[in-house]
């Protein structure tokens, strides 16, 4: 590879341009253009699927090909999908290539392609400068169509539409983001781009610097730019964005199923500092009761910051606090930073162990890299090697086998001191020609740096999956929950992922829910912002509106910095109290309807939390729709994102919709005023929607389910309620329950029909409310066999 690949340019150059298609071969599924010095492949992986590869040089690097270099993100090589026939056509103008689904049409003259449906509808398609490179840099070009808008691109500020803005990849400690933000703390180069009557999805498969820009520069015309030696795209055809994603995460992988608890509220500040503070957080949730599953704990558990040590004056016995908090239903949730304190005569057994093996990272020089954090003077390990993972896994062992339940990985960009208290104040940035990775897969920062909270997340996902539970020998028995901050598209694979440290500012609030919808359709699912705002001091009014947002987060965590006011959710006065103890509530009376939101994830890559335009990809009033979210399919909610706003005006897509509070019925499409005091979430529930509710409880696993309300709305609606025990890997195995529910009207009458129970998950005698709101309710015991109810 040259050695230029990787290197920031000072000057920009004119771009080369791919000549003319001089001859083709064909594989079974890959059909070669040989454009003079330059190659370009095409290959089929299934009817929606095609890969685009394109290099100057003529040789590809043969990721995701069985034994070379795979690739991170892709979890299924090109080798590994099932052979998908489609056919080859030439002329003298061009080449066709037609699959059941999509007909790409690449023109001889100048190599662009054109991907059209198969009512002949153009998407993806490039512009007459199609794909070409310079020094530094390689390029494509598409085409933006008529009424085209574009979703996903990962973390991103900002609202929901992507039009005409500029979008890098590159993880960035993003400390006081803000709506303008361009580079975060996740790089995701997926989006989906959406038009009235078709979709697509574009995966740009590069670890290098990369940049989308979404007309900026030029109406029109979307450039894709990597400082990698080759372009590397995924196109999937939809028509519509469930499609889309189906496809994408079976490229990129899906999310593990979570632990059940880790659906509850989470409880974070910077930092509860010492056991007495976090016995009595948790004396007050369970005297308030307010319900709570997760404490987490921050850096200053630790002994001086180092990693996988506590504190002995602020945590002297933590082993006897984890056993505690457990015996009244409280997780801990510890933070790991990647920075190892830099300790060379200090007997620090995790710098000298790392030493030892020549785990960290060097620079090119082959000196020991070292930048300043939370420890000082610190060093980083090579995540990208395989033997540097499976140490640090092993390392969680100190915090799993006192009772730990989860890890939340920060500053894992990797982040830096901008201002660092040794080496004279001088910056030091992570040197992009830094060697990582494997021996045989030796290559440079530049091009694992977006890589790194990806490796971390993946080391500390698989070491835990080996120890809690377990011995160490045997596999592990428990689920864990993993957080991070920093990822890479297929984060989701291994991690939950927060947006990093926000402020307690409404617009904050109100960029939540887009940001979490982005996240949703760039593939990562399980997702949240720290509800009241991590940076500043919120106001009463603004942590009661921020507590029912945060209800619908798939991640609910309330986090808050050192040196602001306090956020627990009684410091604001008994009214604020009161509403954060309702919908907190909510949640956890919603957690059977939510947990099969992440089955749903966790098979099908599914979102949680979903823009309207997912459900209602037609309807271009969803296009801009960034302040209503559906969780799920069926309940919708139009929170209020403003101080002293009382009335906002909501839109109800096409169809029939209930008022959640009143019941009151609504025609779409249309717009309503919605009645919002303090106290009150606008929530919605699409005709034929089927909720499941439980009993609340003060932690998850507080009591049996010994009973359960199936909510229904009247309409026609369909909804499979899953459930396991919530905690072990037993459902891997078959141990599940799924009970399919069907509502439809008949004759005046609302049928309501209940499935028989399928899976081998056994499912304690418990008494089933049938609620047809509006109308009526019946009970009966749930013993899983067939039964149709008659309401009306």
């Known amino acids: 590879m040259p050695q230029y690949f990787g290197k920031l340019q000072t000057t920009e150059q004119p771009w080369s341009i791919i000549g003319p298609v001089q001859s083709i071969n064909n594989t079974d599924r890959t059909i070669h253009f040989n454009c003079g010095e330059t190659s370009l492949n095409i290959s089929i992986l299934a009817p929606n699927l095609i890969r685009v590869r394109m290099s100057p040089t003529g040789e590809f690097t043969n990721r995701s090909v069985a034994g070379r270099k795979p690739s991170h993100s892709v979890t299924l090589p090109d080798e590994e999908w099932e052979i998908v026939p489609f056919e080859v056509r030439e002329t003298e103008e061009k080449i066709e290539i037609e699959t059941a689904e999509i007909l790409v049409s690449v023109k001889r003259d100048r190599t662009s392609i054109e991907c059209f449906d198969k009512s ?36 991103r500020t900002g609202l929901l539409d992507k039009l005409s803005e500029v979008k890098t990849n590159w993880t960035t400690d993003a400390l006081d983001y803000n709506s303008q933000t361009d580079e975060m703390y996740q790089a995701i180069a997926f989006y989906i781009a959406l038009n009235p009557d078709r979709a697509y999805g574009l995966f740009f498969n590069t670890t290098f610097w990369s940049q989308f820009d979404i007309g900026a520069e030029k109406p029109g015309v979307l450039r894709m730019e990597t400082r990698g030696p080759e372009l590397d795209y995924y196109i999937i055809y939809g028509p519509e964005p469930a499609r889309i ?64 040590t506590w504190s002995p004056q602020r945590f002297p016995d933590p082993a006897k606090l984890i056993a505690d908090l457990k015996a009244v239903g409280f997780k801990v949730v510890t933070i790991v930073d990647p920075g190892v304190k830099y300790e060379p005569e200090a007997n620090y057994e995790i710098f000298d162990r790392g030493v030892e093996n020549d785990y960290f990272v060097r620079t090119a020089e082959g000196k020991l890299f070292h930048g300043y954090v939370w420890p000082d003077k610190a060093v980083f390990p090579d995540f990208l090697r395989p033997e540097v993972r499976q140490w640090w896994g092993e390392l969680h062992k100190s915090l799993t086998e006192i009772g730990i339940a989860g890890i939340w990985n920060d500053m894992n960009e990797p982040a830096i001191a901008e201002r660092p208290f040794g080496d004279g104040g001088e910056h030091i940035s992570f040197p992009l020609d830094a060697p990582q990775g494997p021996e045989a897969d030796r290559t440079t920062h530049a091009e694992t740096h977006n890589l790194y909270g990806l490796m971390m997340a993946k080391a500390c996902a698989e070491g835990l999956r080996k120890l809690r539970g377990g011995d160490g020998l045997r596999p592990a028995t428990l689920r864990s929950f993993v957080l991070t901050r920093s ?190 005091p303090l106290e009150k979430m606008p929530l919605y529930v699409r005709g034929g929607g089927i909720i499941a509710i439980a009993p609340v409880r003060q932690f998850v696993s507080e009591q049996p389910l010994d009973s359960l309300k199936m909510r229904i709305w009247p309409g026609t609606g369909e909804w499979t309620l899953y459930e396991d025990d919530g905690h072990s890997f037993e459902h891997e195995k078959g141990v599940w329950a799924t009970t399919n529910y069907k509502v439809y009207l008949e004759g005046g009458k609302v049928i309501v029909e209940i499935a028989g129970r399928e899976g081998e998950f056994a499912i304690p005698s418990r008494e089933i409310t049938v609620e047809v709101v509006g109308i009526g309710e019946q009970r009966f015991t749930d013993d899983g066999t067939v039964r149709r109810l008659i309401f009306g």
């Not at 056991?275 to 002994?303: G, K, N, S, T, W």
Request: with cysteine; aromatic share 14%; hydrophobic share 40%.
């Open 120 to 155: 002949g509808k153009p998407f993806a398609s490039d512009c007459d400068r199609a794909l070409g490179w310079r020094a530094g840099a390689t390029a494509g070009w598409k085409r933006i169509e008529t009424d085209e808008h574009f979703y996903g691109f990962g973390e």
């Open 245 to 308: 994603l189906a496809t994408y995460t079976q490229l990129t992988g899906r999310m593990p199923l979570a632990p059940k608890w880790a659906l509850g509220y989470h409880q974070c500040r910077w930092s509860y500092e010492s056991e007495d503070i976090v016995r009595e957080l948790a004396r007050e949730f369970r005297d308030r009761q307010i319900p709570c599953d997760v404490i987490h704990l921050d850096i200053d558990y630790m002994r001086g910051y180092r990693v996988f």
């Open 487 to 676: 990822g890479f598209a297929g984060v989701q694979r291994y991690s939950s992922v927060w947006m990093g440290d926000n402020q307690s500012l409404w617009d904050h609030l109100e960029m939540s829910l887009p940001m979490l919808c982005n996240m949703g359709l760039s593939g990562v699912a399980f997702v949240g912002c720290d509800i009241g705002g991590f940076a500043g001091n919120a106001t009463a009014e603004l942590f009661a509106r921020w507590m029912q947002v945060g209800m619908l987060y798939p991640l609910m965590r309330g986090h808050s910095a050192m040196s602001t006011a306090q956020h627990e959710p009684w410091v604001f006065g008994d009214r604020t109290e009161k509403i954060c103890r309702e919908y907190i509530n909510l949640r956890y009376q919603l957690l059977p309807y939510i947990y099969t939101l992440f089955w749903e994830a966790a098979t099908a890559g599914t979102p949680i939390l979903r823009p309207l335009l997912y459900h209602f990809p037609r309807d271009r009033t969803t296009y801009h729709l960034y302040d209503q979210v559906l969780l799920g399919p069926s309940l919708m909610a139009a929170p209020v994102y403003r101080p002293g706003v009382e009335h906002r005006a909501v839109y109800l897509p096409e169809g029939t919709w209930f008022d959640w509070w009143t019941g009151e019925c609504y025609h779409g499409p249309m717009h309503i005023l919605a009645d919002a």
